[in-house]
């Protein structure tokens, strides 16, 4: 295995609730907006899956070339390429492939992390409605057959979990690691993880990481039920209410990010200019309980396992990018270890902001790091008030100046799987 090849950001995109592009997002963030609204769906009085937070402005045919892929991509798959490809521009590596088509594109990666992709339940409303005139179980045994004949050829492409990977692969030709994970919330993170992996053993220079994901489609609300979903609030877009004394649940979004990690060394050669630093990570898990969801032990050694590889002290980080979401037990699982490992570190929540994205969550705030070491600012948490004076993390309403220049990235699951990532200025 190689020694020394350190691992930099040289770009980063995103598509989110807050707005389409990383200066948009991470603008709305400062000012403490919310993405949250009332969900097309919604009909009368708003209950818990009535709302949430919706990407506005968003028109893939800006960044999904060519456009004829866009038939085999779901709404997911069409975010992730928007995001590597604003990653992808902003890192000067397209310009750099456009002229050095000598260059080995094996030594490009990608991995991305997913979950699964679920349909709209109107691609299926003509089947159902036919096979209204058959009765009982007969109508069950034969639906899938009828849904068969009659769903788009090509229907499976649009909805698979590694197509993110695939997609933004063959757009810039990387024909190195090609991988994706499919971890839940950890999903993105445990994607740089392995991403940084394959730059460090030496098998790629370059790898387009990232992760899409969504938690307001209308087919997840029927098959899913792992967090409880919160209760509207008024003005309902203060209803995403992470650590809140009065939190019950968690408000769903959809977004998507990605970032370009490249060796040193590579990038310092082609002329580019790296924005952030992999200084350590930890990916770690412990098995929450029956009647618990979220583990504070794997959460609390993901955290100090990360800061041991980054060499650097507790007291030396100057951000924590909470993956607090609402949902009390996984609320209470990361307060808890935090104040065992970064009792004082200041905290954000973009989670307020943004709500839960899925899998894509993550990365965004993989981006929120990157974003907040560059402007050496730290965002403020949008509810921050509702916490009360005795909340014991150090939060704030308005933004701050980042005093330390390193940054941790939480995510954890409700099963138990955590991972914590350290960022440092480049």
């Not at 068969?148 to 692969?169: D, I, Q, S, T």
């Not at 004082?344 to 929120?368: E, F, R, Y």
């Not at 980042?402 to 799987?417: E, N, Y």
Request: charged fraction near 20%.
């Amino acid at each position: 295995m190689p020694n020394g090849r350190e691992v930099v950001i040289t770009g980063v995109g995103a598509v989110t609730p807050l707005g389409v592009g990383t200066e948009m997002f991470w603008n709305a963030l400062c000012q403490r907006h919310s993405g949250i609204g009332v969900m097309p769906h919604a009909n009368g009085k708003i209950g818990p899956t009535d709302f949430g937070a919706m990407i506005s402005d968003f028109e893939p045919k800006q960044y999904v070339r060519p456009r004829k892929a866009l038939k085999v991509m779901c709404r997911e798959l069409q975010t992730a390429f928007a995001a590597a490809q604003m990653a992808h521009a902003e890192s000067g590596f397209e310009a750099f492939l456009a002229d050095n088509d000598r260059y080995d594109r094996s030594r490009i990666g990608t991995v991305f992390g997913s979950e699964m992709f679920y349909g709209s339940p109107d691609e299926l409303a003509d089947t159902a409605k036919r096979m209204s005139t058959h009765q009982g179980d007969q109508a069950v045994v034969e639906f899938g057959s009828f849904a068969m004949r009659e769903l788009f050829p090509l229907w499976m492409l649009k909805y698979l979990p590694n197509m993110a990977a695939c997609h933004v692969g063959i757009a810039v030709q990387a024909f190195g690691p090609n991988n994706t994970l499919v971890l839940g919330d950890t999903s993105g993170p445990a994607a740089l993880v392995e991403s940084a992996s394959c730059i460090r053993r030496g098998i790629a220079d370059a790898v387009f990481t990232g992760a899409s994901g969504t938690r307001i489609n209308e087919s997840g609300f029927i098959y899913s039920g792992a967090c409880p979903l919160a209760s509207p609030r008024e003005p309902l877009t203060d209803s995403s209410r992470p650590f809140s004394p009065d939190r019950d649940g968690v408000v769903g979004g959809e977004g998507a990010a990605a970032l370009l990690l490249e060796e040193r060394d590579f990038a310092n050669k082609r002329g580019a200019t790296p924005i952030a630093r992999l200084a350590g990570s930890a990916v770690r898990f412990v098995p929450a309980s029956a009647s618990q969801r979220g583990s504070r032990r794997a959460i609390e050694l993901a955290l100090s396992a990360a800061l041991e590889q980054a060499g650097i002290a507790a007291q030396d980080i100057g951000l924590v990018v909470s993956h607090a979401m609402g949902d009390p037990q996984q609320d209470e699982a990361e307060m808890e270890a935090l104040l065992a490992v970064l009792p004082k570190t200041p905290l954000c929540a973009p989670i307020a902001s943004t709500a839960h994205c899925g899998a894509a969550t993550g990365s965004m705030h993989l981006v929120t790091a990157v974003l907040a070491l560059r402007h050496q600012t730290i965002p403020p948490l949008r509810h921050a008030e509702s916490l009360g004076e005795d909340f014991p993390l150090d939060v704030s309403a308005s933004p701050r100046a980042l005093k330390h220049p390193a940054v941790v990235v939480l995510t954890h699951t409700p099963q138990g799987h955590a991972t914590a990532i350290v960022l440092t200025a480049a």
